[in-house]
């Protein structure tokens, strides 16, 4: 397995830098922050490339794109690239699915674990909270939107609203945990286990999950797709994977 690993670093890297290094614009959604923020340093390393990286939240990354800013790929939830490709934006035969994700619950270190195990539960587990939080739907947080309609949906919308603490920006909610000012985060679990100072409890009651795939996709005003290949087969190695799997994911 290790030297099948290293061939395919090998090929990789051997691919990457047949062509002349290429700056490669990369709008990044994000719940994928964190992953590219480490990979993109290696992948630069391995191949020569340069990797320009613009994070922003699904509703004004498109918003971005709608006003005229290009780039070269694009990595957004699924719902975000479909509209890409209606849009004529983007080619949709490129579109690979780099990572999975599933919403997670989480309290400050150290502190009491909550019974999140059915729908049931969670609902005691929230009403019994003094705080919560989750990512602020105003800024583009889409598993925001999906807490809301999770809190709807167990019938606590309207309890829950005054012990709801948000930031006033798209964002890591869990550093509110951490700091003390909430009791309880629901955001997807790559966004928990990155913050210091908080446990993952574990991801949502299947019936309340809300499992979102992250494609990547070429975009239509990209010149050269060597180098975006190069991007692709990288975020595919089994060290990539691999660290997928760290940050609470699933490998596309």
């Known amino acids: ?104 619950v989480a309290v400050r270190k150290g502190a009491p674990k909550p019974d999140i195990s059915s729908p049931e539960a969670f609902k005691r587990a929230l009403l019994a909270a003094k705080s919560i939080t989750h990512s602020n739907p105003a800024y583009g947080g889409i598993s925001g939107v999906h807490v809301v309609k999770v809190l709807e949906r167990l019938g606590i919308a309207e309890q829950m609203k005054p012990k709801t603490v948000l930031l006033n920006k798209a964002g890591l909610a869990g550093v509110l945990v951490a700091n003390g000012e909430a009791e309880i985060v629901v955001q997807p679990i790559q966004e928990l286990v990155v913050v210091p100072g908080i446990d993952v409890v574990g991801p949502l009651p299947e019936e309340l999950q809300d499992t979102v795939a992250f494609p990547a996709v070429f975009m239509t005003s990209a010149k050269d797709t060597a180098p975006l290949k190069a991007l692709i087969n990288f975020l595919r190695t089994p060290d990539a994977m691999n660290l997928i799997k760290t940050m609470g994911m699933e490998p596309g």
């Open 1 to 104: 397995m290790r030297k099948l690993a290293a061939f395919a670093m090998g090929l990789l890297i051997a691919t990457g830098t047949s062509a002349n290094a290429a700056e490669i614009k990369l709008l990044n959604a994000t719940a994928m922050q964190q992953l590219m923020e480490n990979l993109g340093p290696k992948f630069e390393k391995a191949t020569g490339h340069k990797l320009t990286i613009t994070i922003a939240s699904l509703g004004p990354a498109l918003k971005r794109v709608q006003d005229g800013e290009t780039y070269d790929v694009v990595i957004l939830p699924q719902r975000g690239i479909e509209s890409l490709i209606k849009d004529g934006k983007a080619v949709a035969s490129t579109t690979t699915i780099i990572a999975i994700t599933r919403v997670g």
